[in-house]
């Protein structure tokens, strides 16, 4: 049973797109752009629990019908979409980006692209940059609700209004709280999966219940009104430091539900309504769809679209978003033009089309773009990093007492690193001089006193704790290091008073001062077959140390790679960064062969 049209929720469907497409485009105008897929979130649900109920209430319940419109709503774009980037992901992607395409896109596929971007999250995997089918999450999301929102709603069809609002209130309040619980310490789960992400729909199903009409015009220009700026604040104000979802959701939720329930009518009402928002909510599903490898494609490095880049993704994003919208959703959506056998059948080819271009991009070994064997050896180098990553580094929470990783057989003494991931190859690379190393490295937690950054919450119990076990023991020097280019000013500071601390307690003290970067990543620069020299940007580094005690030794990665504030990005004849700014191991091990050495001397 069809709801009736609303042209000012098509308008609403707008403003997310396009919230999403400026931010991944790169307009430094909207950072909180992201916020748009929790609009999509609030209005699906809105939407597929009022068919529901309807239908269920009515006695016209079909699960056949149910997803046979799923399907015509969705899969034929996606399947599209799909082949079409597998192949293009050959071109314009490297083949070590390539490896996981295929499986992409048959999550996307399945509905499940939310898990296996979930499961394969961790810190050290591929930068969401380089993987086309990232947005297919938000897909897998609704889909998942849709295959438990039916039974739900047959369950309570025969329940009073009252109890029906109850269940579903408990189930989004259940959601919720576990949105809320898990973003600080488990963002990625709280991000991606559906029981966190649950109460967004629920959210949306619940206005379905709220009586309709009766409020006074000036109430509903009031409630629209701050619909519109809770959306607004979210999309202007947020950005990617905001810890989300948790408690920042509720802004854009709550203003995506204020406007889905009182817009009609309104100055806001109108403003939804007007043809060209109508007009591009109306293509938003396949705009969502293209916009996102195309936006891979553009900053994949094959091609150096330089400023013009967030206009030609804008613009191509609109133009594959209308025509897919014209010849594939529209078509398939004709009942009389594609009947269900027709569409079964069409589907069930175009997938195995999918997987006839996952076949093809698995042959070329990731590589239908020509590459050399010297880009390709670039390109690998993006794997020059230490096994110790995998089995020594801290991502979350705050380990048991002394339970660091010791590697090396100490031939040549003893070493700690105290360091986020920058120390982990420094690590490795002394163990492999013949140092005992010590390492104590924690993803995005700098060696800084007094410093918490809201991803990582136990960082600052984790240094204090460092700190009073280190005082206790004489173990060689500490080396400290850091990603300092991203850190604010008190974690700045507070890697200077974590130094000044330890030589304050007798120990001898090593700063690693920044790697030099050229701003991108170079194992792809450098495969895409462009120059390998860089001018080393001012880093404020040297600003940092006219706090440092004395005792305090420095050691500058830009005196071994850079001359004259000229750098090279090979070490070695191999990349001088693994990414754009963590050291290779290559990297690493010529400045291990310094380090030591370096601390010795300044002792003397």
Known sequence: MALSYRADI?????VAVLAVLFFHAGVAAVPGGYVGVDVFFVISGYLITAILRREAESGAWSIARFYERRIRRILPALIVMSAVTVLLAGVFLLPTMNRDVPKQAMAALGFVANIYFWLTSDYFAAAAETKPFLHTWSLGVEEQFYLFMPLVMLAVAGWGRRRQIVVLSALAALSLGLCVALTPRHPEASFYLLPMRAWELLAGGLLGYLPSGGRPRWLDEMLASAGLLMLAGAIFLFDDTTPFPGYAAILPVLGAALLIRAAPGTWVGRFLSARAMVGIGLISYSLYLWHWPITVFARSGAVDLGRAAPAIILGLSLLLGYLSWRFIEQPFRDRTAMPTRRLLAATAVGVVAVLAAGGVLRAARGNLGGLDAQQIAFDRARYDISPLRLDCHIASGI???????????????????????????????????????TMITYSACPPALGYAPAPRPDCRAHNDRVLAELSAGNGGPVVLAAHYRVLPPEALAGIVATANALAERGREVVLMGPMPSPGYDVPTHLAFGRGARFRAADDGFEALLAGLDPRVRVLRPADVFCQDGECSMLAEGKPLLFDDNHPSLTAARLLAARLPDAAVAERQ
């Open 10 to 14: 098509d308008g609403l469907r707008a």
């Open 399 to 437: 380990g048991r007492p002394g339970g660091y990783c010791t590697r090396g057989d100490g031939t040549k003494g003893e070493v700690t690193v105290w360091a986020d991931s920058h120390g982990i190859e420094l690590s490795s690379a002394l163990a492999d001089l013949g140092y005992r190393v």
